[in-house]
């Protein structure tokens, strides 16, 4: 049975995220919170993809937000940078312990 991991202590009250966990799974949690907040069947331009992380985090770093949800797989983007678009499925670990 898996364990709904916690993520809340990572969240203001607005539900904007106050920093990336360290930890993998917990920081997993949290990327897919955030990939929650784009949607399905749309693409979206890298500065859109940058507002969507910036109106959803209080520390200033969309950058590494953006690189973070493409590393994990819960965005894809063209190599150019051009298009990026949330994947039907859900990125999920080859090995749990992975994360």
Not at 24 to 42: H, N, Q, S, T
Not at 46 to 62: I, L, M, P, Q, S
Request: aromatic letters at 12%.
């Amino acid at each position: 049975m898996e364990r709904e991991i916690n993520i809340r202590p990572f969240l203001d009250g607005e539900g904007k995220i106050t920093q990336l966990p360290k930890k993998g799974r917990v920081r997993f949690a949290v990327l897919a919170y955030l990939a929650e907040k784009f949607e399905k069947d749309r693409d979206y331009a890298e500065r859109e993809v940058n507002a969507v992380c910036d109106a959803w985090h209080t520390f200033g770093d969309y950058f590494l937000l953006r690189r973070e949800l493409v590393d994990h797989g819960f965005l894809n983007r063209e190599r150019d940078g051009s298009r990026y678009w949330r994947p039907q499925e859900g990125p999920a670990p080859a090995n749990p312990e992975e994360i």
